[in-house]
């Protein structure tokens, strides 16, 4: 499973959105070198009031820019780093991703998937309405929540729009992807 890298953002401050770069550097073990969710430790600032000794399992948020077509379609203007996202992805099925897949971006760069990103009350502010169209539920019942992957950095490098995405899915049985 391949894909693309379109988009990289990152915000050194807490802001919703994320400013789109030429390129971001991933730190190993941090996330995003410069960008405010960086760390060993959690950096979402509903899980550093609950415990903030929690390990980061969100370093660097991944959203499929096929997401932004659907959410056109709807009536929404999102563009890359609008909800927030590190890497926009293209051709990669990041939601049916397993936890534990790698992403090997670039020549360097190794992600290791974590699990999803819970959308929050925040997408409303930033467009009301757009937290409707982001969660639902599939024909079982099951929430299925389309903002993305959470993942930390396994190897550094520098990442960039162009960059090829090729995923190592995990061996034995594959868990499907939780919110982290």
Same mark, same amino acid.
């Given at each position: 499973m391949n894909g693309m890298v379109t988009a990289v953002s990152s915000n050194s401050e807490y802001s919703f959105t994320k400013t789109n770069r030429e390129r971001i550097t991933l730190l190993a073990g941090l996330g995003v070198e410069g960008d405010v969710h960086a760390g060993v430790?959690?950096?979402? =600032?509903? =899980?550093?009031?609950?415990? /903030?000794?929690? /390990?980061?399992?969100?370093?660097?948020?991944?959203?499929?820019?096929?997401?932004? #077509?659907?959410?056109?379609?709807?009536?929404?203007?999102?563009? /890359? *780093?609008?909800?927030?996202?590190?890497?926009?992805?293209? *051709?990669?099925?990041?939601?049916?991703?397993? !936890? *534990?897949?790698?992403?090997?971006? *670039?020549? +360097? #760069? !190794?992600?290791?998937?974590?699990?999803? =990103?819970? /959308?929050?009350?925040?997408? +409303?502010?930033?467009?009301?309405?757009?937290l409707k169209q982001v969660v639902g539920r599939d024909e079982a019942g099951n929430i299925v929540r389309k903002t993305g992957i959470m993942s930390i950095v396994r190897q550094g490098g520098p990442v960039r729009a162009g960059n090829t995405i090729k995923a190592e899915l995990p061996s034995g049985p594959h868990l499907p992807l939780e919110r982290v």
């Open positions: 430790t959690v950096k979402h =600032r509903s =899980r550093v009031a609950q415990d /903030p000794t929690q /390990p980061n399992l969100r370093q660097v948020h991944l959203i499929h820019e096929e997401l932004f #077509a659907e959410l056109s379609a709807q009536g929404f203007q999102v563009a /890359p *780093g609008g909800l927030g996202e590190n890497i926009t992805t293209r *051709g990669i099925d990041l939601l049916g991703l397993p !936890v *534990g897949t790698l992403l090997r971006i *670039g020549d +360097d #760069a !190794v992600l290791e998937v974590t699990g999803l =990103r819970n /959308p929050c009350v925040q997408i +409303d502010k930033f467009q009301e309405g757009l």
